[in-house]
């Protein structure tokens, strides 16, 4: 191929890294608002991840739309790692970091050849402990990762980022840019510090060694490079050849066609095709075995330590208290399937987080043990469960979170109201308040009020309505704790008494 | 006091004296109650029978409609004001002139859910409206100069405005009894609103004599007359197909408890209203003009 024809792929290449990469946040940013009904798109990219129908296939019952992953499975075997350098949006963001950070003219950011075992023991570690049904594949795979740091940590920080901007400068631009770019209120997460900074410490990363997680952490990049040890495809050198090497020059992973070339690592990027002065590089069809054996050797011995390490480490959380069946004092979205389930489905993605309006869904830090790190807790004091809606089950790419209709997540019990009488005024204090009452969006009403007559707290006897909550028609949604006027703690909260986990299949 | 502010303060009141009775004259009745087929033709029949928007709103003014959208409920769940009465409102501020009109509330469930289920922003919009989110960047304190209440972050919209019309709905509440136009007035208010349900009665009265509404449209078109304020279930919302307006708060809201089955002697914050001097708490001593379109 000359170099006209390698530019042309090359650009066509970054085209296609940049369509996909805006249509993962168009899509993302979407799923945030619009129609609760229609948001089966949500969970489009990670249709299309082969390591969630492995997590499928484990956690059953099988889900037929993640039959979409065997695509790119057998376009790897066809074409090689294509998808790391045409389609992952993870991938163009650490691309687009390394090329930030690589000026022209100066030494090229470096990629060493050992590390670029460690996605595949880490896949392989991840894939044993998922036997286990310790199921962490999530805090890795590119798109939960993404979507994860996208939803808790890009989109609020560059919304309040973007308002403090705004109100700096004068007031119709700001009250233009408060119309059609922000957010009506600003959305806060729990735990943004610490996924921000692995998100941009990742990116960052780049400028140290290209494409750092690609090449060194991406375990979905890992599965695709063993597959692609076998594809079709093939970067053959012919007799132009001079030996000079400048397809080494702008390689995105490691190696080149020339020297060293490693096709598990070779993505399709064509800067080597686009580099050749001599056109030496050709595309051809031929079987696996014909030409150059290009493998990166991974040890048995080292395949079996580190599938032992994932075996022993799935250990360590089944063995922890978190999987007792016991109290907990954490909260899970609607639709929740019980614990054990849960955490064998869920992916840690986000998706849910990003679809809750009303910001109650956050990631869990480690008050659902180590290994619910990032899964979906609800907060009150960050936010309710709103009756009239039903998102973050329709979002749920893995149904960890059942798909719930509206009128199946209306009567679904989260967990119940408890009232602290030593903190509530109305019983402490002795005077009205009744916010929670207000707010209990059971057409019955959860929380009532009974008229008593009690000493306030200035010793003088008067009639005052006492809130109390009726645990049967509560469902748990936390409006009551997040309105509490309290100031210290609220003095209504919802705890995980009477959770509803259990979850008929269907 | 100065010499000239007494002067000037002087003429104001007795003018004020003079004129106030002419005015009162000219009106025909304080409070107007319309039950009709339509909620847009009984809240403009009603607005006309009070004497026309032009008594409320100048050529010019921009115009604050502040309905009730608090709560992520739809118009026939009776949470909010129904859009139809609010269109009519919206449209009879510009036909008097206004130069803008301004569509807001402070909301209790998520503001966009509200704005949209419950109709009112297509509504606002439709009419001409500018509809505006409660920004917390735009809460100023505002002094209410009351017993309870001082001073409390408020939306700087709603005291740059030059008319503020005040469209509540009428419905049940827990803790107050009833919701009608003097509660609606939380929805001004930013900061922990929920700190002001203890003595919430004394509360209310000091927010509706510290922030003046020059005209209130109350929506009892259909009543939540059971599990207010946020309801949800149909059973508890009756048609009562009535509109009532009045210049004065406190006579709306009396004839509002009124139509509702309350006597306003036994609610609260009326009772507190009343002890203000805002106006008649008996029903009976309130020109209240009632008629079917």
Redesign the interface.
């Known amino acids: 191929m000359d170099r006209r024809t390698g530019r042309l792929l090359q650009r066509s290449r970054i085209l296609s890294q940049i369509l996909f990469t805006v249509l993962f946040f168009f899509l993302l940013v979407r799923s945030g608002g619009g129609d609760a009904a229609r948001l089966w798109w949500a969970g489009l990219f990670f249709y299309f991840d082969p390591l969630f129908l492995w997590v499928g296939l484990l956690a059953g019952p099988f889900l037929r739309i993640f039959l979409l992953a065997l695509a790119p499975l057998l376009l790897t075997l066809l074409l090689g790692r294509f998808f790391c350098g045409w389609v992952c949006p993870f991938g163009a963001l650490n691309q687009f970091f390394t090329w930030l950070g690589s000026r022209p003219g100066q030494r090229r950011i470096p990629v060493a050849r050992r590390p670029l075992r460690l996605k595949y023991l880490l896949l392989v570690a991840l894939l044993a402990a998922s036997l286990f049904t310790v199921q962490l594949l999530g805090w890795l795979d590119p798109f939960s990762l993404l979507t994860r740091s996208a939803a808790t940590v890009v989109l609020p920080g560059a919304n309040a980022l973007l308002q403090q901007a705004l109100l700096a400068g004068p007031e119709p631009l700001y009250e233009l840019g408060r119309r059609v770019l922000l957010t009506v209120t600003q959305r806060t997460f729990l735990q943004a510090a610490g996924i921000g900074v692995i998100f941009f410490g990742l990116l960052l990363l780049n400028l140290h060694r290209r494409r750092f997680f690609c090449n060194y952490l991406c375990p979905l990049g890992a599965l695709y490079g063993l597959l692609a040890r076998w594809s079709l495809l093939h970067l053959p050198i012919n007799d132009k050849c001079r030996s000079c090497n400048a397809c080494a020059g702008h390689c995105t992973y490691y190696g080149s066609p020339f020297k060293d070339y490693l096709k598990s690592e070779c993505v399709l990027c064509f800067n080597c095709v686009a580099d050749c002065p001599e056109a030496a590089i050709d595309l051809r069809f031929a079987l696996p075995g014909s030409g150059r054996r290009p493998a990166l050797d991974l040890g048995r011995r080292r395949l079996l330590g580190v599938s032992a390490i994932g075996l022993v480490a799935a250990a360590l959380p089944l063995a922890s208290p978190a999987r007792k069946a016991g109290a907990h004092s954490f909260l899970r979205p609607p639709g929740a399937l019980t614990e054990k389930e849960f955490l064998k489905k869920c992916i840690r993605c986000g998706a849910c987080m990003q679809a809750c309006p009303t910001n109650a869904l956050q990631p869990a830090v480690f008050q659902a043990g180590l290994e619910g790190v990032w899964t979906p807790v609800l907060v009150p004091t960050n936010g309710y469960c709103e009756y009239e809606c039903h998102r973050c089950t329709q979002v749920c790419p893995t149904r960890a979170l059942a798909r719930l209709t509206l009128k199946e997540k209306k009567q679904f019990k989260i967990g119940t109201a408890v009232i602290d009488r030593s903190a509530c005024y109305t019983y402490a204090d002795g005077y009205n308040c009744a916010v929670c009452e207000e707010h209990c969006p059971v057409p019955e009403k959860a929380i009532r009020l009974r008229e008593v007559e009690v000493h306030d707290f200035r010793g003088r006897l008067r009639k005052v309505k006492q809130v109390y909550v009726v645990p049967d028609l509560c469902i748990g949604c936390g409006i009551c704790e997040s309105v509490c006027p309290r100031t210290d703690a609220p003095a209504i909260r919802v705890g995980a008494e009477e959770e509803q986990r259990e979850i008929p299949y269907g | 006091m100065k010499r000239r502010t007494f002067v000037r303060n002087g003429i104001l009141v007795s003018s004020g004296l003079l004129v106030g009775p002419l005015v009162r004259a000219q009106a025909p009745a304080d409070v107007i109650q319309v039950k009709g087929a339509s909620p847009y033709e009984i809240t403009r029949r009603a607005v006309a029978e009070l004497g026309g928007m032009n008594r409320f709103v100048a050529r010019g003014d921009v115009v604050m409609v502040k309905p009730n959208i608090g709560w ?1 409920r739809t118009p026939e769940q009776a949470a909010c004001t129904n859009p139809e009465v609010l269109r009519a409102v919206i449209e009879l501020a510009f036909a008097a002139g206004a130069k803008k009109v301004v569509v807001m509330d402070n909301t ?6 509200c704005y949209q ?1 419950s109709g009112i922003e297509a509504m606002a919009r439709r009419a001409g409206a500018e509809v505006r ?1 409660s ?1 917390e ?1 735009r809460l100023v304190a505002h002094d209410f100069k009351g017993e309870f209440l001082g001073k409390w972050p408020v939306y700087r919209d709603h005291l740059e405005v030059d008319k503020f019309i005040n469209v509540p709905i009428l419905k049940h ?3 107050s009894g009833l919701t009608i136009a003097m509660k609606n007035l939380y929805g001004i208010l930013g900061g ?4 002001l ?4 009665g004394e509360n209310i009265a000091d927010l509706a004599s510290g922030f003046r509404s020059h005209l209130v449209v109350v929506d009892a078109w259909r009543v939540l007359v059971r ?1 207010g ?5 149909l059973s ?1 919302v009756e048609e009562r197909r009535t509109v009532i307006a009045s210049g004065n708060i406190l006579h709306a809201d009396v004839a509002a408890a009124a139509l509702f089955g309350r006597d306003a002697r036994q609610v609260e914050f009326l009772q507190a209203a009343h002890a203000r001097k805002m106006g008649e708490i008996d029903i009976a001593k309130i020109a209240l003009k009632s008629l079917s379109a």
Do not use: I
């Open positions: 992520n209790c469930h998520k503001a966009e859910d289920r989110f920004d960047n509440h827990g803790s922990n609103r929920g700190k349900h203890r003595d919430m599990n304020p946020v309801g949800g279930r508890d």
